[in-house]
């Protein structure tokens, strides 16, 4: 009894340690799928006003839970979130597509605007081939490019798709990339699992045309290797397209979260789920993680632990042991908390904290993105509060991404207080970067008495700001007395400069 009383008191100290650990460095992300008003803006026909009020009301929300990126989806249904040459305007955002705001306004700029002066993120969310959700041609603008090149389309199903196959798809889709790389200061590229569409019963994709004309050395019976190789290359291609531009620009992928089951690929997950990403949507996430062609993977696992024919524990296990070293980020389903329709495991409240904690274990994991934004504001299952007293305690930077490589940011100078009658404010000289490559914000740390304590401890981070002043009065009352203070500076690679400090106040 003695024994087992004591491996009971051990796993209850390795659970409690795992629940209170928390990293300096985490991704803590949140989707925001603009397609169907998903999560926003919450209807097509908003004021250019009331889209502006949710989005800050929404990100406001996320920073409250110490959310640090956003993927926001800019085109939908080959239409755009932003004003664009080469794509009409979503009518997801205005009710008819080629419609822009009025007022105008460009939604894009605003919202990188807004979340980096939160110190939050912006990952551009784009779907590759889907130009329509339905059969219905009417919705698009007529200066759409189908209608000036029908060639380059398909129909499956009820959808309408590039075609995958051809040459000009893959052009037209690094154009579309590199204008956005261009013109906004993004700090992602992501994609999610519709690359070639989930099967229709009955239906056979309508490529056989075009793997006719463009075999590329595949035999006749090597199309779906072909089909695989049309996505292969659209994916090294958009690799180079954006660091070409901004080499400090990742790019994501967020698939599926199976690759392949092990009964058909000894090499799978031990799973046994009815759509696998490599034979269905033809996308072959390993060999990208492998060669280095995507620089982070957020596979979804959207189920929960214990399902019998994907289990999360299964997966996150396998995902975290396939990963090439290459930034590992769990997509999480909030979205299914407390849904009616959900299994029990959903219903009762902690699914995600037990994931959460389950995730601790795998060192290889860097973080989560949850699906989506709009339940932060609701606070489904006391979502929000186990983040905010538990996981998202404090404060966290977004991961080094390990595939880019990039060196640390100047660092700041001139750190000193300055009084003004009662108040007082620290102060650092602003830093200047040099290629393109800008500081990101500035991190605050603030130690109690007069010696800097551990910079790798989140809880020593106080603000995190895109300004080089801090209103001493906004720091938390916990540091009342003497208190010490140190600076960096993050640039867009993501890394810090080294802490400039000597800064000591009494509060």
Partial sequence: MIRKTTILLCCLFVLLNLKAQQHKREMRAAWIATVANIDWPSQRNL?????????????????????????????????????????????????????????????????IDEAHKRCIEVHVWLNPYRVTNSDNLDILSRDHLYYKNKDLFVKYGDKYYFNPGLDETREFLNLVVQDVVERYDIDGVHFDDYFYPYRVAGQEFPDEAAFRKYPRGFAPNQKEDWR??????????????????????????????VWRNDNVDPRGSATRAGVQNYDDLYA?????????????????????????????????????????GKNLYIGLYNS??????ANIAWRKGNELARQLNMNLRYPQIDGAVYFSAKPFLKNKQGLNDTLQSNYYKYPALCPINRNIVGEPSAQPQ???????????????????????????????????????????D?????VRTTE?????????????GHCAFVVTAVNRYKHESVPTEGATRRL
């Fill in 414 to 456: 001139n750190l000193r207080i300055v009084k003004d009658g009662g108040e007082a404010y620290l102060l650092w000289d602003k830093v200047d970067e040099e290629g393109g490559c800008q500081v990101a914000y500035y991190v605050v740390y603030a130690f109690k008495g007069k010696k800097v304590g551990d910079m790798n």
């Fill in 47 to 111: 004021s250019s006003k009331a889209q502006r009020e949710e989005m800050r009301a929404m990100l406001d929300g996320l920073a409250k839970n110490n959310i640090n990126a956003i993927v926001l989806q800019i085109r939908p249904t080959a239409d755009t979130f932003y004003p664009s040459a080469l794509e009409p305007w979503s009518n997801w955002l205005t009710g008819r597509q080629g419609v822009k705001p009025s007022p105008f306004y460009d939604p894009l700029q605003f919202i």
């Fill in 468 to 480: 080089n002043c801090v209103d001493l009065r906004e720091i938390d009352r916990k540091f009342k």
């Fill in 228 to 257: 695989r190789n049309n996505v292969n290359m659209v994916i090294e291609e958009l690799q180079k397209t954006i660091k070409s531009v901004k080499p400090w620009v990742e790019f994501g992928i967020s698939p599926f979260g």
């Fill in 458 to 462: 989140p809880a020593n981070i106080v």
């Fill in 336 to 341: 299914q908390l407390g849904s009616p329709d």
């Fill in 284 to 324: 072959d996430i390993l060999k990208w993680l492998k060669e280095g062609s995507i620089d982070y993977v957020v596979p979804q696992l959207y189920w929960e632990i214990g399902k019998k024919v994907a289990d999360y524990e299964v997966l996150v296990k396998w995902w975290s042991e396939n990963s090439y």
